[in-house]
Every structure is written in structure tokens, then in C-alpha cells.
Nanobody, 118 residues
């Protein structure tokens, strides 16, 4: 059974930084592209960042230059370094494996809440 456990969310002020972590289990982690998603209140979940097995990254336009996705295959973990946070980054953040349509391939974890507010 594939499971994801996200952590690291917090209430921060605009301009702050946060590092999110996601631990994966039940998956041949190194074989998959990994992704971070987020769902803001009242909005659909959106794909934020991906990192392939060849370490090719891709980012949502609004986070490009501020967020960095990283992975540790040995620990089966994926990270999201978020800098210069903005109120519009407020959301619950999730990790998953993206399918061909960009949606999560496996069941979602509980996510971790990031709130950016002054």
C-alpha cells in the first residue's frame, strides 16, 4: 500500500521561507517522478512542482524562482523549499506521483497546511 506523509507546514508571514517534507512508503520511490500539489480553500488541487528520476524539474509559473523541489531516493523522501512566500501560496500541500494527466496516481496523504498571512 502506497502512503505519503507530508509535514513542515506552518503559519508564516509574507516573505518567509518554509521547507516541506514528504515521506513515501510502499513504493519503488527511485523509479518514479515525484510531485508536490496544493489545494487552496475553495479551489481545485493544482500541480506545483515535479522532479523526475533524471532530476529534471518543472514548476507552476507562479512559484518558479521561489520554490525548489528536491528528493532523497535513499530515504524515499521529497522536499519543497519555499522562499519569498506570498498569501496566495496559502494551501494544503500534498505529494504524490503524477500520472500522465498530471493528477496524483496514488491515494492522497493528509497534506500539510501552509498559511501565509501578516
Amino acid at each position: 500500500q502506497v502512503q505519503f506523509a507530508e509535514s513542515g507546514g506552518a503559519l508564516v508571514r509574507p516573505g518567509a521561507s518554509l521547507r516541506l517534507s514528504c515521506a513515501a512508503s510502499g513504493i519503488a520511490f527511485s523509479h518514479y517522478t515525484m510531485a508536490w500539489y496544493r489545494q487552496a480553500p475553495g479551489k481545485q488541487r493544482e500541480l506545483v512542482a515535479t522532479r523526475t528520476t533524471d532530476d529534471i524539474t518543472n514548476y507552476l509559473g507562479s512559484v518558479k524562482g521561489r520554490f525548489t523541489i528536491a528528493r532523497d531516493n535513499a530515504k524515499k523522501m521529497v522536499f519543497l523549499q519555499m522562499n519569498a512566500l506570498k498569501p496566495e501560496d496559502t494551501a494544503v500541500y500534498y505529494c504524490n506521483v503524477p500520472n500522465s494527466s498530471g493528477n496524483g496516481m496514488f491515494d492522497w496523504g493528509k497534506g500539510t497546511l501552509v498559511t501565509v498571512s501578516s
